[in-house]
């Protein structure tokens, strides 16, 4: 895969910047920025560009917009990169109008992934419905557009799939109404829905329902509050293309209403009152009062709700909320005498996530608490110069996931973000 120029000056300017300004971040700067181009990125026969994950030979919908995120600030200036950022954007919009329910997909029909009880397509990897999954399309594509001006990207079939991503979340709105089930056998509780494929019972609130979160395990409760914010904010971006690029008054409207109904639905029934840090969001809720707070490293989560652009890191409901998920409160934040963060169920007991420390640094507005994160993050990667996927607090050296370039993604954002805001000056 042949770098876009103007990303490996890039990293180069990175290495040479935290060479001066932090020693023990250089050796990363440069490899974790260019990690996705170089290893995840792949030109296909037909001449588009196809994302894998890193170890898993599959493009989540999620991942790979996470993966190129950092990249886009760049393409204005570069036609090459124009050409691999836009061909995954319409990847993803071909995707999700191939089946809207996946979360993961093959490059092409060789049917290679999980045999699970469901709908089967051989275009499909896995099939676990994930709201977030549909978000981060229409995040990245609205951010290539506001970024760079280029609009060639809102073509018929990504029309299509802000259409497909619509009726899909107000279906899930009553998932009584929905034909979605997943069930997997010979596995973990967490890989499978209950209640024959269904998940558990949920009340009509205004949000849309997920069967996983972001980390592929199941929800508890059917609605899943970060996923929903972000759903709320994606429909929002939907209807400001539809507006502007497609001249869809009708298509707009529609999605600006369902983003007010999620909207209502998280503030009436995603909060709740906890007797130590007030009223916090919660992550879960079925809508009859049943509430799993907790917070989980993976992104959507409500420690991100800032990165997301759902809410300012001031808002007195995420301060709250913020509190609580980055201490003892949170059954996912761990400790060890070499790092502090979240974890997730979806990893050993007792593991905190890189991405967790690198979301908590990136919705900081402390000086000291981004400092930490950064020195945690530059004592625990076991001297491999990349990031994890999640790392034993007390013996960084015991890690999952030695190839995972969300990860690396989301770190380089965060490296490039504070030497932009000559971070290490102040």
């Excluded at 995954?88 to 996946?102: L, R, T």
């Excluded at 199941?218 to 970060?226: N, T």
Aim: proline letters at 5%; hydrophobic letters at 35%.
């Amino acid at each position: 895969m042949e770098i876009p120029e103007i990303l490996k000056k890039r990293a180069d300017e990175l290495e040479k910047y935290y060479r001066i300004h932090c020693q023990a971040l250089a050796p990363l700067a440069a490899q974790c920025f260019l990690n996705t181009m170089e290893t995840t990125v792949r030109r296909l026969a037909d001449g588009t560009y196809f994302v894998i994950t890193g170890d898993i030979p599959a493009m989540w919908l999620r991942d790979s917009a996470a993966q190129v995120r950092p990249y886009v600030k760049y393409a204005k200036e570069d036609d090459r990169l124009q050409e691999i950022l836009e061909s995954i954007i319409a990847k993803q919009a071909d995707f999700v109008c191939i089946d809207p329910y996946a979360n993961a997909f093959n490059e092409c029909a060789n049917g290679m992934g999980h045999k699970d009880d469901t709908v089967l397509n051989d275009h499909v990897w896995e099939r676990k419905y994930e709201v977030d999954s549909l978000c981060a399309p229409l995040y990245l594509g609205y951010l290539y557009w506001k970024t760079t001006g280029i609009d060639r990207i809102f073509t018929k079939r990504y029309c299509e799939m802000i259409r497909v991503i619509l009726h899909l979340f107000t279906t899930e709105q009553d998932h009584g109404r929905s034909s979605y089930f997943f069930q997997r056998d010979n596995c973990p509780d967490t890989d499978t829905l209950p209640n024959r494929g269904r998940g558990n019972a949920v009340r009509v609130t205004g949000m849309t329902w997920s069967g996983f979160r972001p980390s592929d395990d199941r929800c508890d409760y059917g609605y899943l509050i970060p996923s929903n914010m972000m759903a709320a904010k994606a429909m929002c971006f939907a209807a400001e293309i539809a507006r502007e690029y497609y001249k869809s008054k009708e298509l707009a409207a529609k999605c600006e209403a369902l983003a007010k109904e999620i909207q209502e639905g998280i503030r009436e029934y995603g909060i709740t009152e906890h007797p130590e840090f007030g009223r916090i969001y919660a992550y879960e809720t079925d809508g009859f009062g049943n509430y799993n707070l907790m917070d989980d490293a993976n992104s959507p989560s409500l420690l991100s709700m800032p990165y997301l652009g759902y809410c300012g890191r001031e808002d007195p409901l995420y301060r709250n909320t913020r509190r609580f998920v980055l201490s003892d409160a949170n059954p996912f934040y761990f400790k060890g005498n070499k790092a502090q963060g979240m974890g997730s169920p979806h990893t050993p007991e007792g593991y905190v996530w890189h991405i967790g420390i690198i979301m908590q640094a990136l919705t900081s507005g402390s000086r000291q608490e981004i400092l930490e994160c950064l020195y945690m993050l530059a004592g625990t990667h076991a001297g491999t110069n990349y990031m994890h996927e999640s790392f034993d607090p007390s013996a960084p050296e015991k890690y999952s996931r030695p190839w995972f370039a969300w990860a690396n993604s989301l770190f380089a954002e965060l490296l490039d973000k504070l030497m932009d805001e000559n971070f290490w000056e102040g």
